[in-house]
């Protein structure tokens, strides 16, 4: 069964699609990217209700150009949307800063929460240097345009800079992820300017906040 809609969070009606049939799982993507990131790995779960959500200012989400697209914008929102569809034993798996998310998720909500599974995630008292260089990036004039460009080029889309760290296998970069995911992130310049405004609100406040997270999740 599958099941997409919107849900109505503030301002915002986060993109939402729901498969399979069992315990509940909440899957939370990272930054650049949306939902669509886990599309393999639900299909491989029919046993499972799993829930998709583009967080505010990605993928298919309505968010108003009020609305909060930072980092602790996207905590609230997950937060509310957990609330909203009644989940009280859901496992919440997030990747790159979805772990962050899923970590503070956790620490707001623990007796909705069973079990939380991180991967390639921040770490208190690590902060990339790449993030570094991308905020400057990010701030200089034309960022929003020549991000476009770029992302339209395979050869920085297959470097370190960006995504081929995160594939074993970097001719994956193309065919269907570039069309299900790159293609939806930078679709147009204002998806670049929100993606761009959730980037700017990467702290290293938020980051190391993660050590006093930790211990509030049994």
């Known amino acids: 069964m599958k099941t997409q809609s919107h849900l109505e969070i503030g301002s915002s009606k986060l993109a939402y699609r729901k498969t399979g049939e069992g315990p509940d799982i909440m899957f939370i993507h990272g930054w650049p990217l949306h939902r669509e990131t886990w599309r393999d790995t639900v299909s491989r779960l029919p046993n499972y209700t799993c829930h998709l959500i583009d967080l505010p200012g990605t993928g ?19 937060v509310a949307a957990i609330e909203q569809l009644d989940l009280d034993d859901v496992v919440l798996v997030g990747q790159d800063s979805g772990g962050l998310i899923a970590r503070y998720v956790t620490a707001r909500v623990p007796e909705r929460v069973s079990a939380l599974v991180v991967t390639g995630t921040e770490i208190p008292f690590s ?75 990467f702290t290293k406040k938020l980051v190391n906040g993660l050590a006093e997270i930790h211990p509030k999740i049994s």
């Open 60 to 78: 298919a989400t309505i968010t108003p150009a009020s609305t909060d697209v930072s980092l602790s914008g996207h905590i609230d929102a997950m």
């Open 127 to 201: 902060w990339p240097a790449a993030i570094t260089r991308l905020q400057l990036a990010s701030r200089l004039p034309g960022s929003e345009r020549l991000t476009m460009r770029l992302m339209n080029s395979p050869m920085f889309a297959r470097s370190n800079l960006l995504f081929g760290g995160a594939f074993w296998n970097r001719d994956l970069l193309e065919g269907e992820f570039r069309t299900k995911v790159l293609d939806q992130t930078f679709r147009d310049r204002e998806a670049v300017r929100r993606q761009l405004a959730v980037l700017l609100t």
